[in-house]
């Protein structure tokens, strides 16, 4: 036995399919799901800077010369009196 068009359009049908289906949608938003993309692709970033170094540095400790290099760039305060 078919619904009628007429059945399947009316208000209170609607209303029973909305109900069924758990409308609105309760799943979320994908926040989640979006931080741990972003975070993988950030680590692979990471992960190839690090390989790229080690392989034109010879063995040079990616992290190690980044904080010297960091360090270094500071420019020293001298006073004079």
Same mark, same amino acid.
């Given at each position: 036995m078919t619904a009628s068009p007429l059945a399947i359009s009316s208000p209170f049908f609607i209303r029973a399919i909305r109900?069924?289906?758990n409308y609105?949608?309760?799943t979320g938003s994908g926040c989640a799901t979006a931080l741990i993309v972003?975070? *993988?692709f950030i680590t692979a970033f990471l992960?190839? *800077?690090y390989m790229r170094h080690y392989k034109e540095t010879e063995g040079g400790n990616f992290f190690?010369?980044?904080a010297d290099k960091i360090s270094g760039t500071i420019p020293k305060i001298k006073v004079e009196r």
């Open positions: 109900k069924a289906s609105p949608d309760q972003i975070f *993988l992960v190839g *800077l190690s010369d980044v």
